[in-house]
């Protein structure tokens, strides 16, 4: 019987950023604290665990989407899909400083001189529970841009691991004026790395991922640009639940 066996099982969600590179899209990657008690040392997504704010109804008047092409990933997302995109934009803001939503003109958010300190107070004002992203975005006027983020599958951690996720996984395009960068507490390095860079690095013992993110990088490494990546994600129908399982003795 495995040490951790009866580890209860958090919702969590985590978000694949792309953006356009030569000679493969690049992926925003963080590297979290060797102190960290998941995933110590390793690169991983911006991502984390779903909070009960995150199911809250005032969200309903600061998204925009699903999208009706997104009808398929909502109802794979089941009745508590709110939360898990909601929970996806919050932790990417948290961790990587991205926050993905629109303006009150419409337009997607950028970082300029006259608003650049205050969106990086929001974010270390949201981690340390100060103010709730509902808030933030009723200050500034934002509709969170959930018709961007696709939903594409989902990992639960094995039992016997010591802390146990169930992950839904999105897909978005990066915002062309926002650059993501690490928090430098939970995370202390993070990066824009194609997949198969990312990949040859693994497997050369220089940058340590878990198996979900191996698995995640090897699937996107077939996509060459962001169009043909978000293409693939609003597209997609089938959206695949893995459980992996740690060999005996593990």
């Known amino acids: 019987m495995h040490e951790h066996a009866d580890q209860p099982v958090r919702p969590a969600a985590t978000v694949i950023i792309a953006k356009d590179a030569k000679p493969q899209v690049e992926i925003f990657m963080l590297r979290r604290t060797h102190q960290a008690a998941f995933a110590g040392g390793m690169f991983v997504f911006p991502g984390g665990r779903v909070d009960e704010d995150d199911h809250a109804a005032y969200y309903e008047e600061h998204r925009q989407g699903p999208s009706p092409a997104q009808l398929p990933q909502q109802e794979a997302l089941g009745e508590d899909w709110c939360g898990y995109w909601i929970a996806g934009i919050r932790e990417t803001f948290e961790e990587a400083g991205i926050l993905l939503a629109y303006n009150s ?14 969106f990086e107070g929001y974010r270390h004002a949201l981690h ?22 696709h939903f594409y599958n989902r990992w639960i ?17 990066a ?3 926002q650059v993501g960068f690490h928090d430098g507490n939970e995370t202390v390095d993070s990066v824009w790395i194609s997949p198969g860079e990312a990949l040859r690095l693994n497997a050369a013992g220089d940058f340590g991922m878990m198996a979900v993110t191996v698995k995640q990088l090897s699937d996107l490494a077939q996509h060459q640009t962001v169009q043909d990546l978000i293409t693939m994600a609003r ?10 399982v740690l060999p005996p003795g593990a």
């Open 128 to 149: 340390a529970g100060e103010i709730n992203l509902a808030e933030i975005c009723a200050r500034e006027k934002l509709n969170l841009a959930v018709d961007l983020i």
């Open 105 to 118: 003109d419409g337009d997607i958010l950028s970082y300029e001189d006259h608003n650049r300190a205050t």
């Open 157 to 173: 951690t094995p039992t016997g691991r010591p802390r146990r996720f169930d992950t839904r996984f999105f897909i978005t395009e």
């Open 235 to 244: 597209n997609n129908r089938e959206f695949p639940t893995y459980r992996p």
């Open 175 to 177: 915002p062309t004026r």
